[in-house]
Protein backbone atom coordinates (compact mmCIF):
# COMPACT_ATOMS: atom_id res chain seq x y z
CA UNK A 1 0.00 0.00 0.00
CA UNK A 2 2.84 2.56 0.89
CA UNK A 3 4.86 1.59 -1.68
CA UNK A 4 2.41 2.17 -3.85
CA UNK A 5 1.09 5.59 -3.44
CA UNK A 6 4.73 6.84 -2.68
CA UNK A 7 5.64 5.68 -6.36
CA UNK A 8 2.40 7.69 -7.76
CA UNK A 9 3.29 10.48 -5.51
CA UNK A 10 7.00 10.32 -7.15
CA UNK A 11 5.63 9.76 -10.87
CA UNK A 12 3.23 13.03 -10.53
CA UNK A 13 5.99 14.64 -9.44
CA UNK A 14 8.14 13.69 -12.40
CA UNK A 15 6.56 15.34 -14.70
CA UNK A 16 7.40 19.05 -13.41
CA UNK A 17 10.70 17.99 -12.41
CA UNK A 18 11.35 16.84 -16.19
CA UNK A 19 9.99 20.15 -17.74
CA UNK A 20 11.80 21.90 -15.15
CA UNK A 21 15.14 20.17 -16.34
CA UNK A 22 14.17 20.62 -19.34
CA UNK A 23 13.93 24.85 -19.14
CA UNK A 24 17.56 24.13 -17.63
CA UNK A 25 15.98 25.94 -14.27
CA UNK A 26 18.62 25.09 -11.29
CA UNK A 27 17.48 21.31 -10.50
CA UNK A 28 20.32 19.61 -9.05
CA UNK A 29 20.54 16.19 -11.45
CA UNK A 30 20.80 13.01 -9.46
CA UNK A 31 24.30 12.17 -9.67
CA UNK A 32 25.57 15.45 -8.61
CA UNK A 33 23.72 15.28 -5.12
CA UNK A 34 26.26 13.99 -2.15
CA UNK A 35 25.95 14.31 1.50
CA UNK A 36 22.98 12.64 2.05
CA UNK A 37 23.35 11.39 5.56
CA UNK A 38 23.23 15.37 6.62
CA UNK A 39 20.18 15.74 5.25
CA UNK A 40 17.62 14.74 2.22
CA UNK A 41 18.93 16.41 -1.37
CA UNK A 42 16.62 19.45 -1.59
CA UNK A 43 15.48 19.99 -5.00
CA UNK A 44 15.02 24.12 -5.24
CA UNK A 45 17.53 25.82 -2.72
CA UNK A 46 16.85 27.65 0.52
CA UNK A 47 16.36 31.17 -2.05
CA UNK A 48 13.96 29.82 -4.32
CA UNK A 49 11.62 28.42 -1.83
CA UNK A 50 12.08 31.42 0.04
CA UNK A 51 11.03 33.67 -3.14
CA UNK A 52 8.53 30.97 -4.21
CA UNK A 53 6.90 31.43 -0.81
CA UNK A 54 6.33 35.29 -0.95
CA UNK A 55 5.59 35.67 -4.66
CA UNK A 56 3.53 32.91 -5.46
CA UNK A 57 2.41 31.32 -2.28
CA UNK A 58 3.52 27.90 -3.43
CA UNK A 59 3.00 25.92 -0.22
CA UNK A 60 -0.82 26.31 -1.07
CA UNK A 61 -0.58 24.89 -4.46
CA UNK A 62 0.62 21.76 -2.47
CA UNK A 63 -0.85 22.09 1.06
CA UNK A 64 -4.59 23.67 0.72
CA UNK A 65 -6.23 22.85 3.80
CA UNK A 66 -3.73 23.50 5.89
CA UNK A 67 -2.55 27.14 4.07
CA UNK A 68 -6.63 27.93 4.51
CA UNK A 69 -6.24 27.36 8.29
CA UNK A 70 -3.15 28.91 8.98
CA UNK A 71 -4.12 31.89 6.88
CA UNK A 72 -7.07 32.52 9.59
CA UNK A 73 -4.52 32.15 12.40
CA UNK A 74 -3.24 34.45 14.65
CA UNK A 75 0.18 33.37 13.58
CA UNK A 76 -0.57 34.67 9.73
CA UNK A 77 -2.01 38.26 11.36
CA UNK A 78 1.40 38.32 13.49
CA UNK A 79 2.81 41.66 12.18
CA UNK A 80 -0.57 43.15 10.65
CA UNK A 81 -2.32 42.40 13.98
CA UNK A 82 -3.93 45.99 14.79
CA UNK A 83 -3.51 45.22 18.66
CA UNK A 84 -0.46 44.73 18.15
CA UNK A 85 0.79 47.22 16.05
CA UNK A 86 -0.79 49.87 18.38
CA UNK A 87 0.98 48.55 21.18
CA UNK A 88 4.36 48.11 19.46
CA UNK A 89 4.47 52.08 18.13
CA UNK A 90 4.67 53.01 21.84
CA UNK A 91 7.39 51.09 21.97
CA UNK A 92 11.00 52.83 20.78
CA UNK A 93 13.38 50.00 20.23
CA UNK A 94 10.63 48.00 19.03
CA UNK A 95 12.52 46.31 16.32
CA UNK A 96 15.24 44.83 18.71
CA UNK A 97 12.42 44.35 21.30
CA UNK A 98 9.09 43.29 19.82
CA UNK A 99 8.87 42.62 16.21
CA UNK A 100 11.75 39.72 16.15
CA UNK A 101 8.84 37.83 17.45
CA UNK A 102 5.66 38.83 15.39
CA UNK A 103 7.83 38.77 11.79
CA UNK A 104 10.71 36.54 12.49
CA UNK A 105 13.53 34.84 10.16
CA UNK A 106 13.40 31.03 9.90
CA UNK A 107 13.51 29.59 13.69
CA UNK A 108 15.42 27.05 12.53
CA UNK A 109 18.21 28.50 11.24
CA UNK A 110 17.72 30.80 13.79
CA UNK A 111 18.06 28.08 16.05
CA UNK A 112 14.90 26.54 18.23
CA UNK A 113 14.96 28.13 21.96
CA UNK A 114 16.99 31.24 20.24
CA UNK A 115 15.31 34.91 20.82
CA UNK A 116 14.26 35.09 17.08
CA UNK A 117 15.56 37.72 14.24
CA UNK A 118 13.65 40.27 12.98
CA UNK A 119 12.96 39.40 8.88
CA UNK A 120 13.96 42.23 6.61
CA UNK A 121 11.61 41.52 4.07
CA UNK A 122 7.78 40.27 3.69
CA UNK A 123 6.70 40.98 7.17
CA UNK A 124 3.22 40.85 6.30
CA UNK A 125 3.46 37.17 6.44
CA UNK A 126 3.81 37.41 10.09
CA UNK A 127 4.95 33.87 11.61
CA UNK A 128 5.08 32.12 8.00
CA UNK A 129 5.15 28.48 6.73
CA UNK A 130 8.75 28.62 6.14
CA UNK A 131 9.01 30.23 9.65
CA UNK A 132 8.61 26.71 11.01
CA UNK A 133 9.31 24.46 8.78
CA UNK A 134 12.36 25.40 6.52
CA UNK A 135 16.20 24.57 7.28
CA UNK A 136 19.12 26.85 6.04
CA UNK A 137 19.20 24.36 2.92
CA UNK A 138 15.47 24.69 2.07
CA UNK A 139 13.87 21.25 3.58
CA UNK A 140 11.33 20.85 5.02
CA UNK A 141 10.85 19.57 8.98
CA UNK A 142 7.95 17.69 9.72
CA UNK A 143 7.23 14.91 11.99
CA UNK A 144 6.05 12.24 9.15
CA UNK A 145 8.24 9.56 7.25
CA UNK A 146 7.12 11.55 3.98
CA UNK A 147 8.23 11.16 0.09
CA UNK A 148 10.72 13.37 -1.05
CA UNK A 149 8.33 15.25 -3.33
CA UNK A 150 11.02 16.98 -5.75
CA UNK A 151 10.16 20.39 -4.77
CA UNK A 152 11.35 20.31 -1.33
CA UNK A 153 13.07 17.64 0.07
CA UNK A 154 11.52 16.34 3.30
CA UNK A 155 13.31 15.70 7.00
CA UNK A 156 11.82 14.05 9.75
CA UNK A 157 11.96 15.83 12.85
CA UNK A 158 10.90 15.15 16.81
CA UNK A 159 10.64 18.85 17.82
CA UNK A 160 7.83 19.31 15.47
CA UNK A 161 5.94 15.64 16.72
CA UNK A 162 6.44 17.05 20.13
CA UNK A 163 6.42 21.04 19.25
CA UNK A 164 6.42 22.77 23.10
CA UNK A 165 10.15 23.43 22.95
CA UNK A 166 9.58 24.68 18.92
CA UNK A 167 6.47 26.33 20.49
CA UNK A 168 8.74 27.95 23.03
CA UNK A 169 11.03 29.94 20.88
CA UNK A 170 9.05 32.23 20.99
CA UNK A 171 5.41 32.28 23.69
CA UNK A 172 8.05 30.97 26.64
CA UNK A 173 11.22 33.96 26.01
CA UNK A 174 12.09 34.11 30.36
CA UNK A 175 13.03 37.49 29.15
CA UNK A 176 9.14 38.37 27.62
CA UNK A 177 6.51 36.77 30.86
CA UNK A 178 3.69 38.66 29.10
CA UNK A 179 4.28 36.05 26.51
CA UNK A 180 5.12 33.14 27.78
CA UNK A 181 2.65 29.88 28.19
CA UNK A 182 4.97 27.53 27.95
CA UNK A 183 6.66 28.15 31.86
CA UNK A 184 3.89 27.64 33.55
CA UNK A 185 2.47 24.53 31.45
CA UNK A 186 5.91 22.66 32.14
CA UNK A 187 4.57 21.99 35.70
CA UNK A 188 0.87 21.45 34.86
CA UNK A 189 -1.54 18.60 34.97
CA UNK A 190 -1.84 18.70 31.28
CA UNK A 191 2.12 18.29 30.60
CA UNK A 192 1.85 15.20 33.40
CA UNK A 193 -1.16 13.55 31.14
CA UNK A 194 2.31 13.43 28.43
CA UNK A 195 -0.23 16.67 26.39
CA UNK A 196 1.92 19.19 24.61
CA UNK A 197 0.82 22.83 23.22
CA UNK A 198 -0.24 21.07 19.71
CA UNK A 199 -2.67 18.08 21.82
CA UNK A 200 -4.71 21.42 22.55
CA UNK A 201 -4.22 24.02 19.99
CA UNK A 202 -3.71 21.91 16.64
CA UNK A 203 -6.34 19.40 16.80
CA UNK A 204 -5.95 15.97 15.04
CA UNK A 205 -7.26 15.16 11.50
CA UNK A 206 -6.82 12.22 9.13
CA UNK A 207 -6.32 14.15 5.67
CA UNK A 208 -3.46 14.04 2.67
CA UNK A 209 -0.08 15.29 3.64
CA UNK A 210 -0.90 17.36 0.08
CA UNK A 211 -2.22 17.13 -2.54
CA UNK A 212 0.16 14.50 -4.22
CA UNK A 213 -0.47 12.03 -1.56
CA UNK A 214 -2.95 8.99 -1.61
CA UNK A 215 -3.30 7.75 2.16
CA UNK A 216 -4.85 9.64 4.43
CA UNK A 217 -2.84 9.70 7.81
CA UNK A 218 -3.18 11.42 11.29
CA UNK A 219 -2.02 15.15 10.62
CA UNK A 220 -2.75 18.36 12.45
CA UNK A 221 -4.77 21.09 11.76
CA UNK A 222 -3.23 24.54 12.24
CA UNK A 223 -5.75 26.57 13.36
CA UNK A 224 -3.77 27.67 16.27
CA UNK A 225 -7.75 28.67 18.30
CA UNK A 226 -6.68 30.68 21.33
CA UNK A 227 -8.60 33.81 23.13
CA UNK A 228 -10.71 34.54 19.57
CA UNK A 229 -12.36 31.43 20.34
CA UNK A 230 -15.36 30.97 22.26
CA UNK A 231 -15.50 27.41 21.95
CA UNK A 232 -12.16 27.54 23.40
CA UNK A 233 -12.67 29.76 26.20
CA UNK A 234 -16.09 27.71 27.11
CA UNK A 235 -13.48 24.76 27.31
CA UNK A 236 -10.46 26.75 29.14
CA UNK A 237 -12.64 26.62 32.61
CA UNK A 238 -14.79 25.16 35.56
CA UNK A 239 -17.42 27.23 37.13
CA UNK A 240 -19.75 26.02 40.12
CA UNK A 241 -21.56 27.21 42.83
CA UNK A 242 -22.13 25.16 46.21
CA UNK A 243 -24.64 26.84 48.72
CA UNK A 244 -24.15 25.48 52.35
CA UNK A 245 -25.10 27.01 55.61
CA UNK A 246 -24.89 30.96 55.59
CA UNK A 247 -23.05 30.92 52.32
CA UNK A 248 -21.80 30.62 48.83
CA UNK A 249 -18.51 28.99 47.28
CA UNK A 250 -18.23 29.89 43.44
CA UNK A 251 -15.24 27.20 42.33
CA UNK A 252 -13.68 28.32 39.53
CA UNK A 253 -10.79 25.44 38.06
CA UNK A 254 -8.44 26.53 35.39
CA UNK A 255 -8.81 23.29 32.68
CA UNK A 256 -6.27 25.00 30.10
CA UNK A 257 -2.57 23.52 30.08
CA UNK A 258 -1.40 26.94 31.37
CA UNK A 259 -1.92 30.15 32.91
CA UNK A 260 -4.99 31.65 32.84
CA UNK A 261 -5.77 34.13 31.11
CA UNK A 262 -3.00 32.69 28.82
CA UNK A 263 -1.53 36.24 27.78
CA UNK A 264 -1.14 39.39 30.25
CA UNK A 265 -3.34 42.12 28.34
CA UNK A 266 -6.27 39.68 29.13
CA UNK A 267 -8.48 39.69 31.64
CA UNK A 268 -11.45 37.83 33.26
CA UNK A 269 -14.36 39.24 34.98
CA UNK A 270 -16.37 37.56 37.33
CA UNK A 271 -19.93 38.52 37.88
CA UNK A 272 -21.64 37.89 41.05
CA UNK A 273 -25.79 39.22 41.48
CA UNK A 274 -27.15 38.51 44.86
CA UNK A 275 -30.77 38.71 45.54
CA UNK A 276 -33.41 38.80 48.01
CA UNK A 277 -36.68 36.56 47.23
CA UNK A 278 -38.61 39.65 46.26
CA UNK A 279 -35.95 40.37 43.58
CA UNK A 280 -34.12 42.94 45.21
CA UNK A 281 -30.32 43.20 44.04
CA UNK A 282 -28.61 43.08 48.04
CA UNK A 283 -24.98 42.40 45.99
CA UNK A 284 -23.78 43.47 42.86
CA UNK A 285 -19.41 43.23 42.34
CA UNK A 286 -17.37 42.49 39.60
CA UNK A 287 -14.22 40.77 40.55
CA UNK A 288 -11.21 41.53 38.07
CA UNK A 289 -8.98 38.28 37.18
CA UNK A 290 -6.27 39.53 35.89
CA UNK A 291 -2.29 39.60 35.62
CA UNK A 292 -1.81 43.32 36.10
CA UNK A 293 -3.59 42.43 39.46
CA UNK A 294 -1.40 43.10 42.70
CA UNK A 295 -3.36 40.64 44.84
CA UNK A 296 -2.86 36.76 44.54
CA UNK A 297 -6.86 35.98 45.35
CA UNK A 298 -7.31 38.01 41.60
CA UNK A 299 -4.20 37.66 39.86
CA UNK A 300 -4.13 34.90 36.84
CA UNK A 301 -5.11 31.17 37.83
CA UNK A 302 -2.41 28.57 37.60
CA UNK A 303 -2.46 25.46 35.29
CA UNK A 304 -4.97 23.13 37.32
CA UNK A 305 -5.76 25.36 40.20
CA UNK A 306 -9.06 25.58 41.93
CA UNK A 307 -9.73 28.91 43.65
CA UNK A 308 -12.68 29.88 45.61
CA UNK A 309 -14.45 32.68 46.26
CA UNK A 310 -17.05 32.88 49.48
CA UNK A 311 -19.99 35.18 49.60
CA UNK A 312 -22.29 34.95 52.66
CA UNK A 313 -25.72 33.70 51.38
CA UNK A 314 -28.82 33.63 53.67
CA UNK A 315 -31.90 31.12 53.22
CA UNK A 316 -33.98 33.44 51.12
CA UNK A 317 -31.31 34.89 49.10
CA UNK A 318 -30.18 33.52 45.17
CA UNK A 319 -26.98 34.13 43.67
CA UNK A 320 -26.33 34.08 40.02
CA UNK A 321 -22.80 34.11 39.01
CA UNK A 322 -21.37 35.08 35.55
CA UNK A 323 -17.63 34.35 34.40
CA UNK A 324 -17.11 36.89 31.31
CA UNK A 325 -13.73 37.36 29.28
CA UNK A 326 -12.13 40.62 27.88
CA UNK A 327 -9.53 40.62 25.27
CA UNK A 328 -7.71 44.29 26.02
CA UNK A 329 -8.69 46.49 28.39
CA UNK A 330 -10.46 49.01 25.37
CA UNK A 331 -12.49 45.90 24.44
CA UNK A 332 -16.38 46.80 25.14
CA UNK A 333 -18.63 45.66 27.54
CA UNK A 334 -20.53 44.17 24.65
CA UNK A 335 -17.88 42.30 23.01
CA UNK A 336 -16.62 40.46 26.25
CA UNK A 337 -17.53 36.44 25.76
CA UNK A 338 -19.32 34.89 28.69
CA UNK A 339 -16.87 31.77 29.25
CA UNK A 340 -19.42 30.14 31.98
CA UNK A 341 -22.32 31.04 34.13
CA UNK A 342 -23.84 29.19 37.60
CA UNK A 343 -26.55 29.72 40.28
CA UNK A 344 -27.97 28.81 43.44
C1 LIG B 1 3.90 28.02 14.34
C2 LIG B 1 4.58 26.98 13.62
C3 LIG B 1 4.00 26.45 12.33
C4 LIG B 1 3.56 27.18 11.24
C5 LIG B 1 3.46 28.68 11.10
C6 LIG B 1 3.19 26.21 10.22
N1 LIG B 1 3.37 24.94 10.70
FE1 LIG B 1 3.14 23.22 9.65
N2 LIG B 1 3.47 22.15 11.34
C7 LIG B 1 3.86 22.67 12.56
C8 LIG B 1 3.94 21.60 13.52
C9 LIG B 1 4.31 21.73 14.99
C10 LIG B 1 3.61 20.41 12.83
C11 LIG B 1 3.53 19.00 13.39
C12 LIG B 1 2.13 18.64 13.81
C13 LIG B 1 2.00 17.17 14.15
O1 LIG B 1 2.51 16.76 15.18
O2 LIG B 1 1.40 16.44 13.34
C14 LIG B 1 3.34 20.78 11.45
C15 LIG B 1 3.01 19.88 10.44
C16 LIG B 1 2.96 20.22 9.09
C17 LIG B 1 2.83 19.27 7.98
C18 LIG B 1 2.75 17.79 8.11
C19 LIG B 1 1.32 17.38 8.33
C20 LIG B 1 0.91 17.43 9.75
O3 LIG B 1 -0.01 18.20 10.06
O4 LIG B 1 1.50 16.73 10.55
C21 LIG B 1 2.76 20.01 6.83
C22 LIG B 1 2.59 19.46 5.42
C23 LIG B 1 2.85 21.41 7.21
N3 LIG B 1 2.97 21.50 8.57
C24 LIG B 1 2.81 22.45 6.31
C25 LIG B 1 2.66 23.78 6.69
C26 LIG B 1 2.28 24.86 5.79
C27 LIG B 1 2.05 24.69 4.31
C28 LIG B 1 2.20 26.00 6.54
C29 LIG B 1 1.74 27.37 6.11
C30 LIG B 1 0.46 27.44 5.45
C31 LIG B 1 2.58 25.63 7.91
N4 LIG B 1 2.81 24.30 7.96
C32 LIG B 1 2.69 26.53 8.97
C33 LIG B 1 4.13 23.99 12.83
C34 LIG B 1 3.86 25.05 11.98
C1 LIG C 1 4.98 20.77 -5.61
C2 LIG C 1 4.19 20.45 -4.45
C3 LIG C 1 4.66 20.97 -3.10
C4 LIG C 1 4.92 22.26 -2.74
C5 LIG C 1 4.89 23.51 -3.62
C6 LIG C 1 5.17 22.25 -1.31
N1 LIG C 1 5.09 20.98 -0.83
FE1 LIG C 1 5.39 20.38 1.06
N2 LIG C 1 5.12 18.44 0.53
C7 LIG C 1 4.77 18.01 -0.73
C8 LIG C 1 4.68 16.56 -0.75
C9 LIG C 1 4.31 15.69 -1.94
C10 LIG C 1 5.01 16.12 0.56
C11 LIG C 1 5.11 14.70 1.06
C12 LIG C 1 3.77 14.10 1.26
C13 LIG C 1 3.80 12.61 1.58
O1 LIG C 1 4.81 12.07 1.96
O2 LIG C 1 2.73 12.05 1.44
C14 LIG C 1 5.25 17.34 1.34
C15 LIG C 1 5.55 17.33 2.69
C16 LIG C 1 5.71 18.49 3.45
C17 LIG C 1 5.92 18.53 4.87
C18 LIG C 1 5.89 17.33 5.78
C19 LIG C 1 7.25 16.87 6.14
C20 LIG C 1 7.17 15.66 7.04
O3 LIG C 1 7.93 14.74 6.77
O4 LIG C 1 6.37 15.61 7.98
C21 LIG C 1 6.05 19.83 5.25
C22 LIG C 1 6.30 20.37 6.64
C23 LIG C 1 5.89 20.62 4.06
N3 LIG C 1 5.67 19.78 2.99
C24 LIG C 1 5.89 21.99 4.04
C25 LIG C 1 5.80 22.76 2.91
C26 LIG C 1 5.91 24.21 2.89
C27 LIG C 1 6.11 25.07 4.11
C28 LIG C 1 5.78 24.60 1.61
C29 LIG C 1 5.88 26.01 1.05
C30 LIG C 1 7.17 26.68 1.25
C31 LIG C 1 5.61 23.40 0.79
N4 LIG C 1 5.62 22.31 1.62
C32 LIG C 1 5.45 23.38 -0.57
C33 LIG C 1 4.57 18.81 -1.83
C34 LIG C 1 4.78 20.17 -1.89
C1 LIG D 1 8.12 32.33 15.52
C2 LIG D 1 7.32 32.66 16.69
C3 LIG D 1 6.20 31.73 17.07
C4 LIG D 1 6.22 30.34 17.15
C5 LIG D 1 7.37 29.40 16.88
C6 LIG D 1 4.90 29.96 17.58
N1 LIG D 1 4.10 31.06 17.76
FE1 LIG D 1 2.17 31.07 18.33
N2 LIG D 1 2.08 33.09 18.07
C7 LIG D 1 3.17 33.89 17.77
C8 LIG D 1 2.75 35.27 17.74
C9 LIG D 1 3.64 36.47 17.47
C10 LIG D 1 1.35 35.27 18.01
C11 LIG D 1 0.45 36.48 18.22
C12 LIG D 1 -0.12 37.07 17.05
C13 LIG D 1 -0.96 38.27 17.47
O1 LIG D 1 -1.95 38.07 18.17
O2 LIG D 1 -0.59 39.37 17.09
C14 LIG D 1 0.97 33.86 18.19
C15 LIG D 1 -0.32 33.42 18.46
C16 LIG D 1 -0.66 32.14 18.85
C17 LIG D 1 -1.97 31.71 19.28
C18 LIG D 1 -3.23 32.51 19.18
C19 LIG D 1 -3.54 33.32 20.36
C20 LIG D 1 -4.92 33.91 20.26
O3 LIG D 1 -5.31 34.43 21.24
O4 LIG D 1 -5.60 33.85 19.25
C21 LIG D 1 -1.87 30.40 19.65
C22 LIG D 1 -2.97 29.52 20.21
C23 LIG D 1 -0.50 30.00 19.42
N3 LIG D 1 0.22 31.08 18.93
C24 LIG D 1 0.00 28.73 19.66
C25 LIG D 1 1.25 28.29 19.22
C26 LIG D 1 1.70 26.92 19.27
C27 LIG D 1 0.90 25.77 19.82
C28 LIG D 1 2.96 26.89 18.74
C29 LIG D 1 3.86 25.70 18.54
C30 LIG D 1 3.34 24.68 17.61
C31 LIG D 1 3.30 28.26 18.36
N4 LIG D 1 2.24 29.07 18.66
C32 LIG D 1 4.52 28.64 17.79
C33 LIG D 1 4.46 33.48 17.54
C34 LIG D 1 4.87 32.16 17.46
C1 LIG E 1 9.65 36.30 22.38
C2 LIG E 1 8.79 36.68 21.28
C3 LIG E 1 7.98 37.96 21.42
C4 LIG E 1 8.45 39.23 21.63
C5 LIG E 1 9.89 39.68 21.80
C6 LIG E 1 7.27 40.09 21.65
N1 LIG E 1 6.13 39.35 21.42
FE1 LIG E 1 4.23 40.04 21.38
N2 LIG E 1 3.53 38.16 21.19
C7 LIG E 1 4.32 37.03 21.14
C8 LIG E 1 3.48 35.86 21.19
C9 LIG E 1 3.98 34.43 21.17
C10 LIG E 1 2.15 36.32 21.26
C11 LIG E 1 0.90 35.46 21.34
C12 LIG E 1 0.73 34.86 22.70
C13 LIG E 1 0.32 35.85 23.70
O1 LIG E 1 -0.47 36.75 23.36
O2 LIG E 1 0.78 35.71 24.85
C14 LIG E 1 2.22 37.78 21.27
C15 LIG E 1 1.11 38.61 21.33
C16 LIG E 1 1.17 39.97 21.46
C17 LIG E 1 0.03 40.83 21.63
C18 LIG E 1 -1.40 40.41 21.66
C19 LIG E 1 -1.98 40.70 20.32
C20 LIG E 1 -3.42 40.29 20.16
O3 LIG E 1 -4.08 40.82 19.28
O4 LIG E 1 -3.89 39.43 20.85
C21 LIG E 1 0.49 42.12 21.75
C22 LIG E 1 -0.32 43.38 21.94
C23 LIG E 1 1.93 42.04 21.65
N3 LIG E 1 2.32 40.74 21.47
C24 LIG E 1 2.77 43.15 21.74
C25 LIG E 1 4.15 43.06 21.85
C26 LIG E 1 5.01 44.20 22.11
C27 LIG E 1 4.54 45.63 22.28
C28 LIG E 1 6.29 43.72 22.18
C29 LIG E 1 7.56 44.49 22.51
C30 LIG E 1 7.54 45.21 23.75
C31 LIG E 1 6.22 42.27 21.93
N4 LIG E 1 4.91 41.92 21.73
C32 LIG E 1 7.32 41.45 21.90
C33 LIG E 1 5.69 36.98 21.06
C34 LIG E 1 6.54 38.04 21.29
C1 LIG F 1 -5.09 21.26 27.99
C2 LIG F 1 -5.17 22.07 26.81
C3 LIG F 1 -4.10 23.11 26.54
C4 LIG F 1 -2.74 22.92 26.42
C5 LIG F 1 -1.94 21.64 26.66
C6 LIG F 1 -2.20 24.20 26.02
N1 LIG F 1 -3.19 25.13 25.91
FE1 LIG F 1 -2.99 27.04 25.28
N2 LIG F 1 -4.97 27.38 25.66
C7 LIG F 1 -5.87 26.43 26.09
C8 LIG F 1 -7.16 27.07 26.30
C9 LIG F 1 -8.42 26.37 26.79
C10 LIG F 1 -6.99 28.43 25.99
C11 LIG F 1 -8.05 29.55 26.08
C12 LIG F 1 -7.93 30.31 27.36
C13 LIG F 1 -6.95 31.44 27.28
O1 LIG F 1 -6.94 32.12 26.25
O2 LIG F 1 -6.18 31.62 28.21
C14 LIG F 1 -5.61 28.59 25.58
C15 LIG F 1 -5.04 29.78 25.15
C16 LIG F 1 -3.76 29.89 24.61
C17 LIG F 1 -3.23 31.09 24.02
C18 LIG F 1 -3.97 32.40 23.88
C19 LIG F 1 -3.68 33.26 25.05
C20 LIG F 1 -4.27 34.63 24.91
O3 LIG F 1 -4.59 35.23 25.92
O4 LIG F 1 -4.41 35.11 23.80
C21 LIG F 1 -1.95 30.83 23.62
C22 LIG F 1 -1.00 31.78 22.95
C23 LIG F 1 -1.67 29.46 23.98
N3 LIG F 1 -2.79 28.92 24.58
C24 LIG F 1 -0.47 28.81 23.75
C25 LIG F 1 -0.17 27.55 24.25
C26 LIG F 1 1.16 26.97 24.22
C27 LIG F 1 2.38 27.63 23.64
C28 LIG F 1 1.06 25.73 24.80
C29 LIG F 1 2.16 24.75 25.11
C30 LIG F 1 3.00 25.13 26.23
C31 LIG F 1 -0.34 25.55 25.18
N4 LIG F 1 -1.04 26.68 24.84
C32 LIG F 1 -0.85 24.41 25.78
C33 LIG F 1 -5.63 25.10 26.27
C34 LIG F 1 -4.37 24.51 26.23
Redesign the pocket.
Known sequence: MKITSKLV?QMA?MI?LLVAMMLNTQVTPADEMEDESVFTPSYLSYDD?YRD?TTKK??K???PAIWREWERSMHAKAWEDPIYQEAASKVPDRDKTCDPCHAPEPILITGIGQMPKLRETDRKYGVS??VC??DAHGA????????N?M??A?V?SEAHAKPTELCATCHGQPSVPEHNQVDSFRDSPAAEKGLNCASCHMPAVKRQ??I??YDTVMVRRHTWAGSRSVSKLKSAVNLKVVRTEGKAIVRLTNKAGHLLPGEALRAMILEVKITDSSGAVNRDEQVLISASSSKPETGRLLPGETRDFVYSLSETEKIEVRLRYRLTPTTPETEWVTMAEGSQ
Open positions: VLPIFMCRCHCIHIMHGPHESTPYHNTLSHT
